[in-house]
């Protein structure tokens, strides 16, 4: 594990004593120019945080817990999941008076460069991590700052494979989980039933391991039913609405086009409606559309949109409930919320007749 420097550290490195290290770093007097500059100088190399001293002497918990969003920027502001995921996260901390900090960055390795000095600061008592990966370096890294957090979402073995259940959970890690194979399941399942044979799968970020579920369900579940990769298949995107677009554009010009498109969030989904729309493919007519994540955007979109209906909310809630659970000294565990459940409405039917 881990352990965070101390002023002793700092001390012994730089070859003064503890009380020269004290009034180097609070700016007071006492030591020269020269000296003051290699202890900070050294302090720095370590790793050491000045504004976290007195927390780091008391052994005070910072009455804060983080969350880091690896996500582009531009599909944050239009996509309702993670506002609700937060929502419930928020309502759990604020009744045990706890903060949130949030903070939103570009890349994997600038979360866990965030995680990093947070520990070293002692800004936060624990974290809640999103978005596992299939290649993921951050629960190694919570673990060897022992630092507590809860994934809310569910790893991947090394092997690609969903993690086995019950799960060995890592000392420090809990986690709180959705079906998404299951959720997969039912959409495979309402658009075979109405007749659909030829589906494609407007999936997220590829790296992502919900994503990687999901399309595994999607072939597994179509493979069942004897349709083969030519008649069901997905393809990945940022999540954003252009790019959703995009997608359906060149899927809907190919020379035998799907008949029902499955997108994996709602900006997606009204945005691959509004380009039916456009190119004079009528919904639910030529084409079925189902949205993963229902929202007032299904519901107001003409016409209203299949959705699976889920309390993104109440995942937040169960997330922030196991965090606090951690931090109070009871054991990580696993947690497994509500399946998704799907919501027919006007915009799947069967297929044309003549498909």
């Not at 302090?43 to 880091?68: F, H, I």
């Not at 589906?199 to 391991?209: F, K, M, N, Q, S």
């Not at 995009?246 to 498109?261: H, K, Q, S, Y």
């Amino acid at each position: 594990m881990a352990r965070r420097p101390t002023i002793k550290d700092i001390a012994r490195q730089a070859g003064v004593s503890e009380s020269a290290v004290s009034f180097a770093l609070n700016d007071r007097p006492g030591v020269s120019q020269d000296t003051r500059a290699r202890i900070r100088r050294v302090a720095e190399e370590l790793g050491w945080q000045p504004n976290s001293a007195a927390r780091a002497l008391s052994g005070e918990r910072s009455g804060a817990v983080g969350l880091v969003l690896a996500r582009p920027a531009h599909t944050l502001g239009v996509e309702s999941f993670f506002l609700q995921l937060v929502s419930g996260i928020q309502e759990v901390l604020s009744t045990a008076r706890t903060a949130l900090l949030f903070q939103v960055v570009e890349d994997i390795d600038a979360e866990c460069a965030v995680y990093r000095r947070w520990w070293a600061e002692r800004r936060v008592d624990g974290v809640l991590v999103v978005d596992p990966r299939t290649s993921d370096p951050r629960p190694a890294l919570l673990e060897a700052l022992a630092l507590p957090a809860v994934t809310i979402g569910e790893a991947l073995s090394p092997d690609g494979a969903a993690a086995p259940a019950p799960p060995a959970a890592p000392s420090t890690l809990s986690s709180v989980r959705a079906d998404d194979a299951g959720a997969m399941a039912q959409v495979l399942e309402h658009l075979y039933g109405l007749g659909h044979r030829r589906i494609v799968h407007v999936a997220g970020l590829p790296g992502l391991a919900h994503t990687v579920r999901r399309m595994e369900s999607l072939r597994a579940e179509a493979g069942r039913r004897g349709l083969g990769p030519d008649q069901v298949r997905s393809v990945v995107t940022d999540y954003s609405d252009a790019e959703g677009a995009a997608a359906t554009r060149r899927v809907l010009a190919e020379p035998d086009p799907p008949t029902a498109l499955v997108y994996d969030n709602d900006v997606m989904a009204v945005a691959g409606s509004a380009v039916a729309a456009g190119l004079g493919i009528p919904v639910p007519g030529r084409l079925s559309i189902v949205a993963w994540d229902d929202s007032a955007l299904c519901r107001v979109t003409h016409p209203r949109l299949t959705a699976l209906v889920r309390d993104t909310a109440g995942f937040g809630r169960l997330a922030a409930e196991e965090l606090l659970a951690v931090l109070a000294g009871g054991p990580p565990g696993v947690r497994i919320s509500e399946r998704p459940r799907l919501e027919p409405r006007e915009s799947t039917a069967p297929p044309p007749a003549h498909t």
